[in-house]
């Protein structure tokens, strides 16, 4: 039996995308990189773009600015849509 994950993309108010992947890739500020079943557990802001391969076919394709990743036994959450809030010398900035 082929190892997939279970994705599940949405924004503020929709779940935009529901399903299994076998591959998901995307950017972070150290580059692109993908996502395959037995993936380590981690979260990480990504951009640019998020495109979800099952059977070795892309069968979903996103352009964003910004969204979070969440990885956790073979469960992937990405969240459109929020701000992340910035620290500098004087507080927080929005």
Do not use: W
């Not at 990189?33 to 981690?42: C, E, G, L, S, T």
């Not at 352009?63 to 969440?70: D, I, N, P, R």
């Not at 073979?74 to 927080?92: H, Q, R």
């Amino acid at each position: 039996m082929k190892k997939t994950v279970k994705l599940t993309i949405q924004d503020t108010d929709n779940i935009l995308f529901q399903g299994q992947a076998d591959r998901i890739t995307s950017y972070n500020e150290m580059g692109r990189f993908d996502i395959y079943p037995m993936h380590a557990n981690f979260i990480s802001i990504i951009n640019k773009e998020l495109a979800v391969y099952n059977n070795h076919q892309k069968i979903k394709e996103l352009k964003f600015e910004q969204a979070v990743m969440k990885v956790k036994q073979d469960t992937v959450n990405i969240f459109l849509g929020i701000e992340v809030l910035l620290l500098d010398k004087e507080g927080l900035n929005t």
